[in-house]
Nanobody, 116 residues
Framework: QVQLVESGGGLVQAGGPLRLSCAAS????????MGWYRQAPGKQREFVATLTSTGSTNYADSVKGRFSISRDNPTNMVYLQMNSLKPEDTAVYYC??????????WGQGTQVTVSS
């Protein structure tokens, strides 16, 4: 089974950038879609961005124009570039991979805290 491990979270000031990384223990080509979700304290996990194997992207309205998802197939990495961060972006960010055969895989999450 492919494992997903997020990194890159931390404390950043409002308006600043941060890049999250998701490392897969195997080929990410098995996933027809990979994405990022987040969960703020006391709230449900919510969709942030997704990138399909054909290159299509989709973003939550709250992050459009500020966040960008990308993948590097040879290194089995998925990234989330976050710019113009806001305090309301504070959450634990999770990487997700959707495999038609084995279902959905989640990483353990990485904390992002945006100070005002």
């Amino acid at each position: 089974q492919v494992q997903l491990v997020e990194s890159g979270g931390g404390l950043v000031q409002a308006g600043g950038p941060l890049r999250l990384s998701c490392a897969a223990s195997g080929s990410i080509l098995r996933f027809y879609a990979m994405g990022w979700y987040r969960q703020a304290p006391g709230k449900q996990r919510e969709f942030v961005a997704t990138l399909t194997s054909t290159g299509s992207t989709n973003y939550a309205d709250s992050v459009k124009g500020r966040f960008s998802i990308s993948r590097d197939n040879p290194t089995n990495m998925v990234y989330l570039q976050m710019n113009s961060l806001k305090p309301e972006d504070t959450a634990v960010y999770y990487c997700r991979g959707d495999d038609r055969l084995t279902g959905t895989k989640w990483g353990q999450g990485t904390q992002v805290t945006v100070s005002s």
